[in-house]
């Protein structure tokens, strides 16, 4: 009886730790995606006013695919940044618009990764570029 208890405590606890596994995978997932974002909306912030980035309407490293050579993230999360034939889950993408006074822009980066099995993983960065 007293093995039965402890054999039931142990699958419990290692059930625990299979979840917190799969838990901070997904966690560093999000950081991950986040931290592409983050990058995108920190080069685009740094671009002209009017540069071509910026132009109002939809943008993407490589328009409805998932195989971008020359994005600057690591499309297959395998540590490698764009190297040969690489592709993968992961794509960026930003949206302008008009801001909320005159001379701004409203910018949306939108990193999605793609999951196979489960639901897509998107994170949003949302600023405004001033005509300064």
């Given at each position: 009886m007293a093995m039965a208890v402890f054999l039931i405590g142990i699958l419990a606890v290692l059930?625990?730790?299979?979840?917190?596994?799969?838990t901070n995978a997904s966690a560093r997932s999000v950081t991950e995606n986040y931290t592409w974002a983050m990058d995108k909306a920190e080069e685009l912030l740094a671009q002209n006013?009017?540069?071509?980035?910026?132009?109002?309407?939809e943008h993407?490293?490589?328009?409805?695919?998932?195989?971008?050579?020359?994005?600057?993230?690591?499309?297959n999360a395998d540590g490698q940044i764009d190297e040969t034939d690489e592709s993968g889950q992961?794509?960026?993408?930003?949206?302008?618009?008009g801001g909320p006074v005159d001379d701004t822009k409203w910018v949306q980066v939108t990193v999605v990764q793609r999951r196979p099995l489960s639901m897509d993983k998107v994170i949003?960065?949302?600023f405004i570029k001033a005509n300064m």
């Open positions: 059930m625990m730790q299979i979840k917190a596994i799969d006013y009017d540069d071509a980035q910026l132009a109002t309407g993407s490293v490589a328009a409805g695919t998932f195989t971008q050579a020359t994005d600057g993230i690591d499309n992961i794509s960026i993408s930003w949206s302008v618009q949003n960065v949302d």
